[in-house]
């Protein structure tokens, strides 16, 4: 390297080691900690002499009933979730980048400014707007809904209403696909219209070969927040999953395994559990993009 070049990446190291240093401590160690727990009995109590049990806590997890329910949970509760933030937000940002929409500033403006508010003030506001006697509830009776569900407090509703809670911030997801519905070249539209494709035809053909990269950003973010899916039903529930064990999630079960159960070791196996079930869902949409995603610079 030219006395140049190492002086360039010396200072790139410089600008990035904050980063480094917050991945190394933050992420990185407790990641290998907590590898090192799940092959272990540690507790918060620890009444019993520190010691290895190799992968006992990793079989227990497949004898756990209630481990497996969680996951059920998590996993339901995304299939639900995922298709409507995928769709919303991208529904969302073609009009806004409709050229017949006036006030289209302002518009993004207001559908971003909910994305910057506190997540657990957001999720009080909406909480006490689902209750029974709520703003959403009495919305639906003046449209004609007489018998509005319970939202929060039904097993049959409660994933409808977190989707309806989580919808309140898709203000960044907006930003990201209005950002790349800005970069679809605005000729291809017109050849479109050339060959005779109407809006249809347009979307179908043009906006979502284009668009699929950012899908595909979207969906591989999306899945990996809804696995870890937490801080909600912690707000709204006391993390008790309550109802019914609906909002159980596998984050809040490990939660409850490290700081209810006390059981450090099995909370680590469980947190390692996570990251693979993360891991594999991941690469399978790795292999399944070659096949749906279209980048312009490949062939």
């Known amino acids: 390297m030219s006395p140049l070049a190492r002086r360039e990446a010396r200072w790139g190291l410089i600008f990035i080691s904050p980063w480094i240093i917050g991945f190394l401590l933050f992420t990185l160690f407790p990641m290998i900690l907590t590898l090192a727990f799940s092959l272990t009995n540690i507790s918060l109590q620890q009444l019993q002499p520190l010691r290895f049990v ?27 979730w995922l298709p409507v933030t995928l769709v919303v ?23 971003f400014l909910p994305y910057v508010v506190p997540f657990v003030a957001g999720v009080f506001i909406w909480q006490s707007m689902l209750l029974p006697s709520g ?19 039904d097993p049959a509703f ?3 209403g977190l989707v309806i809670l989580g919808i309140w911030g898709i203000g960044g997801a907006v930003i990201i696909n209005l950002a790349g519905l800005k970069g679809v070249p605005s ?7 050339i060959d005779g494709a109407g809006w249809r035809g347009q979307l179908r053909h043009v906006t979502l070969p284009l668009m699929s990269p950012v899908i595909f950003y979207s969906l591989t973010l999306g899945v990996v927040e809804v696995l870890q899916y937490f801080l909600v039903p ?33 909370g680590s196996a469980l947190a390692w559990v996570l990251f693979l079930i993360t891991l594999v869902v991941t690469l399978l949409l790795f292999a399944s993009a070659r096949k749906w995603v279209y980048y312009a610079a490949e062939r």
């Open 234 to 266: 912690l707000v709204l529930k006391n993390g008790t999953g309550e109802p019914g064990g609906s909002t159980l999630f596998f984050n809040l079960y490990i939660y409850k395994s490290f700081f209810t159960f006390q059981n450090m070791a099995y």
């Open 187 to 193: 000729e291809l539209y017109d050849a479109a219209k």
């Open 158 to 160: 409660v994933y409808p």
């Open 89 to 111: 937000p991208f529904a969302v940002a073609l009009m806004l980048n409709s050229n017949k929409l006036r006030a289209a500033s302002a518009f993004r403006v207001l559908i």
């Open 135 to 153: 703003w959403f509830d009495q919305f639906l009776q003046t449209i004609g809904i007489s018998n509005p569900p319970d939202w929060l407090n």
């Open 54 to 80: 190799g992968l006992d806590n990793f079989v227990a997890f497949f004898n756990d009933s209630q481990a497996w329910k969680s996951l059920r949970v998590t996993f339901s509760f995304a299939a639900l």
